[in-house]
């Protein structure tokens, strides 16, 4: 019906800026001021280091959630291929070139940012199988040749992820590969019988796993087995959580995080610190922007004419999902601990850039839904 580019060379600015989907836009804004007093809560009442650090870093990033969201959707899909493997190389030149940092080797010094480029595979590994998906017939996802390619490009980035060691990122990383391959419609059985594998193979892969990783997962069985050592984290977080009641204590007036019983308050267990302050009420709010977040992605989706936005909004709407209860999860003490930020609301660079990066892809798709792929 349209020649391809013939509806995007009419799309002006002002255009593009009307077709701005507003409540995600003002989801992630709202997002981002309240966790500019969540920050300055955790510098104790003080604009210090982490809060100035936070603030420059979300506003940078949210101009650039904006800048890729005005990008055709045809850049998106003719350089996923660019963007994974430029992803995977990152990850490779960490094993050899990277920063070293509490027993783990993640982050790659760029001078002007320490990039963990773990995060940024979460969001190129599903744009990466989105276009896959979208390039085969429905016909060929579940034969044995096209099951290969998939899961070599899920398999390769978690290795390198698990070997830096980043259990909690690797685990992220797989979940939104494997949400992507789901959802393209690969049949139970095939998930199934790697399952059974996994669990065939669990035993030999924790005979490999550091001690600290180790003694999270008994930890998670028995959190009073060391209250002073690796139950010390999830306790105390037990306690703030509880103790902020319905209401919660006030801002700045969180005993647990000003008396610096709650260590890495700043980064994963930022949900804690906002829940002892703000009560339940407080965390209802913050769990409602999540899901409002969460919908609107799956609304673009469901407006997005091709396979290739299907899929990447869909999977990126349940992966952002996840990322949000795997966080919540771990800070109230229903799965082990590892490391996962809260989207937007921790402190953490490469978070929040492939946070964002990831939702100006998707916001690209709504402003401009009417694009054919060329």
Known sequence: MFRPGSIQSRLTLKDKILSIDLLLFFSILTLGII??????????GEFAYHTKSH??????FFILFI????????????????????????????????????????????????LQ?????????????????????????????????????????????????????????????????WLAGVKMKFFAYFSVIFLSVAPVAISFLKPYQKSRILTFLDP???????????????????????FGKGFLNGSQSYLDYLPEKHTDFIFTLFSEEFGFFGSCVILLLYLLITWRLVSIGNITRDAFGKLYCFSFATAFFVYVAV????????IPIVGAPLPILSYGGSSMLAMMFGLGIAMSFKIHKDEPLG
Not at 91 to 97: A, E, G, R
């Open 117 to 181: 480029p773990s995060e940024l595979m979460k969001i190129s590994l599903i744009l990466f199988l989105a276009k896959y998906y979208h390039r085969i017939s429905s016909t060929d996802v579940n034969r044995i040749k096209f099951l290969l390619r998939p899961l070599i490009a899920l398999l390769f980035p978690v290795i390198l992820v698990v070997t830096q060691p980043d259990l909690g990122t690797a685990f992220l990383i797989a979940a939104g590969g494997v949400i992507v391959i």
């Open 224 to 246: 009073t087995r060391d209250p002073l050592g690796a139950g010390y984290q999830i306790t105390q977080s037990k306690i703030a959580i509880g103790s902020g009641g319905l």
């Open 327 to 334: 966080n919540m999860g771990m800070v109230l003490g229903l």
């Open 55 to 60: 603030i420059v870093r979300f506003i940078v």
């Open 67 to 114: 800048i890729i969201s005005f990008v055709k959707i045809n850049f998106w899909y003719s350089s996923t291929t660019f963007i994974y493997v430029g992803v995977l190389s990152l990850l490779i030149l960490v094993k050899y070139f990277g920063l070293s940092s509490s027993g783990s080797q993640r982050w790659l010094n760029l001078y002007f940012i320490n």
């Open 35 to 44: 966790s500019f007093f969540a920050m300055y809560s955790t510098d104790a």
